[in-house]
């Protein structure tokens, strides 16, 4: 499940993974290319997003929001699968 996709809207593409945990796709704060950061919780994706932002990426507010909502529900350590 996506929290937001490469597009007009957005530089990042970050993804709730099926095996647990978070995956920043592509991660530009690497330097690597086509590197993918592995992600244990939300809190830490929300700290993530918040330093692709930081850099001058954008990232969607929608994508902020529904992790906001997720920490809220599930707690910071997010889902347990
Ligand atoms: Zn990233």
């Given at each position: ?11 990042v ?40 932002r ?22 910071r ?5």
């Open positions: 499940m996506s929290y937001c996709r490469l597009g007009p809207d957005s530089d593409y970050a993804i709730r993974h099926v095996d647990g945990g978070y995956r920043c796709c592509g991660c530009s704060l690497t330097g690597l290319y086509n590197y993918t950061v592995h992600i244990a919780t939300p809190t830490e994706l929300l700290l993530h997003l918040q330093a692709h930081a850099a001058g990426d954008m990232v969607p507010r929608y994508a902020m929001d529904r992790l906001r909502d997720e920490i809220r529900e599930y707690g350590a997010g889902w347990a699968e």
